[in-house]
């Protein structure tokens, strides 16, 4: 199955906010949403890929982006208690504004330093994101391994070598290496594309996603094909 109107979920032409992110309940596309009901009539053994595309930068710091596929034999939305839609697959969690460092642990973090702020002795007034995750070596004194940290607001760059972070309110505590970088590689912040797979036994699917914030995740497309392996892998010349 190609990316044709049969397969788009979300048709990346309404700006994904959180005014806009309502999931659809009806086969007939949402003009203010972009999203629709896929009807099915179930999937094969093989199932579906669902490719979620986001090719712009979030404009809001430290907002997130859930998305999930969704399946029911019911088109709507219940009043009641009773959910119609289940979850299938879910993409990961996207982060927005996220910066990486490389740090020395000099008092072992703990899994529960994963939420919490982040801050720098020699900034401290500035550099403060969430921990959203870091490097399992951290879990040791000396250990030496990457934090992965949500922006809060242009500020927070932790771009002091050397410098003391604490996971505040929390446990960890280590020296940074070099100054951090912006996560993923590039500098635009951009987050790019996620692919899941999922079989549906249900006869609609939709797209569930949900923007954390006040802010904007730029045109953001859902699409589903039946190719067994994505992306794919060319043969060698």
């Not at 994904?16 to 992110?21: F, G, K, N």
């Not at 703990?110 to 399992?136: E, K």
Request: glycine share 10%; net charge negative.
């Amino acid at each position: 199955m190609a990316y044709d109107a049969s397969g788009v979920l979300i048709d990346g032409t309404i700006v994904l906010t959180p005014s806009t992110d309502t999931p659809a309940v009806s086969t007939t596309r949402d003009a203010a949403t972009g999203g629709a009901v896929i009807d099915l009539k179930g999937t094969g053994a093989k199932g579906l890929c669902a490719v979620m595309y986001l090719p712009s930068k979030p404009t809001t710091y430290d907002d997130t982006l859930t998305g999930f596929i969704e399946e029911s034999d019911l088109i709507g939305e219940p009043t009641s208690t009773w959910k119609t839609w289940q979850t299938v697959a879910s993409f990961p969690i996207v982060y927005a504004m996220l910066r990486e460092l490389w740090v020395t642990a000099t008092t072992a973090f703990v899994s529960s330093d994963v939420g919490r702020i982040l801050t720098a002795s020699a900034d401290s007034t500035s550099d403060g994101g969430h921990i959203v995750a870091f490097d399992p070596a951290l879990l040791a004194i000396g250990g030496y391994g990457k934090i992965i940290v949500a922006m809060s607001d242009v500020n927070d760059d932790f771009s002091t070598a050397g410098d003391t972070v604490t996971a505040t309110s929390g446990t960890g505590v280590g020296t940074q290496g070099a100054a951090s970088v912006v996560a993923p590689s590039s500098s635009t912040g951009i987050p790019g594309q996620y692919a899941v797979r999922f079989v549906s036994t249900r006869r609609y699917v939709r797209a569930n996603l949900t923007v954390s914030g006040g802010g904007s995740y730029g045109l953001v497309s859902v699409l589903l094909t039946d190719e067994a392996a994505w992306p794919k892998r060319h043969l060698p010349a």
